[in-house]
């Protein structure tokens, strides 16, 4: 089989690669020459664990091709992913010109039978607007050629992309003919040979689907970080509660963990593109709406805590930033809390130190040059009036803490991610504040 990877981005690459590695013979596009360019030399534009190894090996077999002219790749796939950004438009629906300008791309050079797959995340309906624009771009060119169209939403995690593609938990196609499920069953074989399961059902079922996953994790998000600030009040330990819920097979302890709030690319573009597509509906979705300002709440939490630790007395004050992209093992800085939070210090006229072990290049896009960027973990604590620790990344779960100390002005360390021992810090002599526990005054 051949196909076409529209988009080279955290899905499009991941994707391509993937298919890649199977055995499929794979070309990605992008409209972006520099990317295009960079790719046949061997740099990714992304960061994500594993990729690189694997789309060198794919390129050496002669598997993965990389070209930004849509048109030659068309002509000879027998699927077609479309998986470019579908980012939120200012009513906080789904930007989807993106999506239809490939569609229409793809209908002004298919020459033969094709399945056209979103894979982007998409509301329901817009497989017909798919259609609708290769049919309009077809009878423009007075073609009759045949295709179907098909949803097959994407559920990686950035940092853990490889083997969440390798070996999914299950794979969801939405289909409205036997010759689609067919060739979609003939790709995704591979990927099934150890249990795991594609999951057939109609298109706009397809598209819901994956909006419906991902509002439900970020409820769960935004629902323990709730819980968690009324722990925090009421005297209660939100650790010991994760644990005592989590417990509960019905509940379970994923995705259970308080902390600053969900960023990235995904879930706040994605409960905000369902509250839209309900309400443009004539449906009101309550809870997404309280997952939204839950989330948007949490996002300043700590700086509270911290304006709250200073008496509101920031300026001039050094804060250190520890993990800077919206999660661990990810470069991607879209939406993250670390953001919001670094706004809120240096509009309290704090300067700030930070360091992200992968992030900083795509951090310097959004923040410049208004805070520092230091080379090691260490180096952004020297003369320190806190340290604030953003994003769980492993390097900072255990670190030397009696050198934190010598090299920070103050021993005050604000935890977003809860990662720390309470009680081990007071030990060592640290103001220590985390998420969801009366710690310190
Ligand atoms: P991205 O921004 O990283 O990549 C999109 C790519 O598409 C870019 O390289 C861009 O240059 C390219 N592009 C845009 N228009 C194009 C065109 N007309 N022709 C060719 N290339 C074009 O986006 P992403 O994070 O990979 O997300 C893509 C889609 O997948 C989104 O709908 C997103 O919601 C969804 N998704 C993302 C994730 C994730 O973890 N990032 C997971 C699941 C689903």
Known sequence: MKIAVVGTGYVGLVTGTCFAEVGIDVTCIDID??????????ILPIYEPGLEEIVSRNVDAGRLHFSTNLGEAIQECDVAFIAVGTPPGEDGSADLKYVLAV?????????????????STVPVGTAAKVRREIEAALERRDADIEFDVASNPEFLKEGAAIDDFLKPDRIVVGVSSERAEDVMSKLYKPFLLNGHPIIFMDIPSAEMTKYA?????????????DIANLCEIMGADVNMVRRGIGSDARIGHRFIYPGIGYGGSCFPKDVKALIRTASENGYDMQVLKAVESVNEAQKSVLFDKVSKHFGGELKGKKMAIWGLSFK???????????????????????????????????AKHSLGDTITYAKDPFEALIDADALLVVTEWPEFRAPNFGV????????AIFDGRNIYDAKELAELGYTYHCIGIKTAH
């Open 33 to 42: 020459q520099k990317k295009i360019d960079n790719l046949k030399q061997g």
């Open 103 to 119: 569609a229409r791309s793809i209908g002004e050079n298919m020459t033969d039978y094709c399945v056209v797959v979103t894979k």
């Open 213 to 225: 996953a991902n509002s439900m994790l970020a409820t769960k998000i935004s629902f323990m970080n």
């Open 328 to 362: 661990p093992k990810t470069d991607d800085m879209r939406e993250a809390p670390s953001l919001v939070i670094i706004e809120k210090l240096l509009n309290a006229g704090c300067s700030v130190s930070a360091y992200d072990p992968v992030a900083i290049q795509e």
């Open 404 to 411: 934190v100390g010598k090299l920070m002005k103050e021993k």
